[in-house]
């Protein structure tokens, strides 16, 4: 089978951090990549960048906060019009993590986290799916995380927005079986990005991000349903789902921050 090669892209998020690297790595590749965030002046410098390095690809900025569903629906529309009716590869990569540890719980907070990990990632996928099945192709790829495994201290609405997508993306996978369209889930550990860079507590196993970019970037030119890692802490993490509860949550109360 032929490695998959998207000319037309739409990825959330890609200001920076993943889905910047992501973005490049596209446009590397030839695609016309549409690089969707709110910062527009670091959209702007993405596709500098890119203009400047003498890509074979390009980067349409869009500007864009994804949680506002029907901005988000016009701007996927838009560019499945540039790419002649349906977009080859869609990325869900917006997210945000905040502590929202339960002796100091900020709704405002966990309503943040939901809304952009849960609601506009889903929405992301479910506005580029309708194009997709009418030609019988193309690929949805939503970035979830390890965090999604476990509930962990101090991070209930950042391990439930994780969760909540990769039960999502289940879903969509079984319904688009024999479509011609794939849904992928991609499970990141740590990764050195603007997000990671505020985190105060041990980050075992901790990714360069071209390093992580690449992994994910192999991941879906394999098609690979449900990509976890790096390694060593995707087994442990998952070692860690094995644990009854009466086991596991005495052991993960020893991590909580106060």
């Excluded at 009716?85 to 990569?93: E, I, K, Q, R, W």
């Excluded at 994780?162 to 688009?176: P, S």
């Excluded at 991941?219 to 596991?248: C, H, K, Q, S, T």
């Amino acid at each position: 089978m032929a490695a998959f090669q998207p000319k037309s892209v739409f990825i959330t998020g890609a200001s920076s951090g993943l889905g910047r690297g992501l973005a490049l790595h596209y446009a590397r590749a030839g695609a016309t990549v549409h690089a969707a965030a709110r910062r527009q002046e670091a959209l702007a410098g993405l596709a500098d960048e890119v203009a400047r390095a003498s890509l074979p690809g390009l980067i349409v900025p869009v500007a864009l906060d994804v949680t506002d569903a029907e901005a988000q629906a016009r701007a996927i529309a838009a560019a499945e019009e540039a790419a002649g009716g349906a977009l080859d590869l869609v990325v869900a990569n917006a997210g945000v993590g905040e502590p929202t540890p339960a002796t100091r719980m900020d709704w405002r907070r966990v309503k943040r986290v939901l809304d952009v990990n849960v609601s506009a990632a889903c929405v992301t996928v479910a506005a580029a799916l309708p194009a997709m099945v009418a030609r019988g192709e193309g690929t949805v790829v939503a970035v979830a995380s390890l965090a999604a495994l476990r509930g962990l201290p101090g991070s209930a609405a950042y391990c439930a927005s994780k969760a909540a997508l990769h039960t999502f993306m289940e879903g969509v996978r079984v319904d688009l079986r024999g479509s011609g369209v794939r849904a992928l889930t991609l499970y990141p550990g740590f990764v050195k990005t603007e997000m990671t860079a505020k985190n105060r507590f041990p980050m075992p196993f901790l990714m360069e991000l071209d390093d992580a970019v690449e992994v994910m970037a192999a991941g879906i030119a394999r098609g690979e349903p449900a990509l976890f890692f790096p390694r060593g802490l995707a087994a442990a993490v998952r070692a860690l789902g094995a644990l009854p509860r009466a086991l596991y949550e005495p052991l993960a109360g020893l991590g909580r921050r106060r």
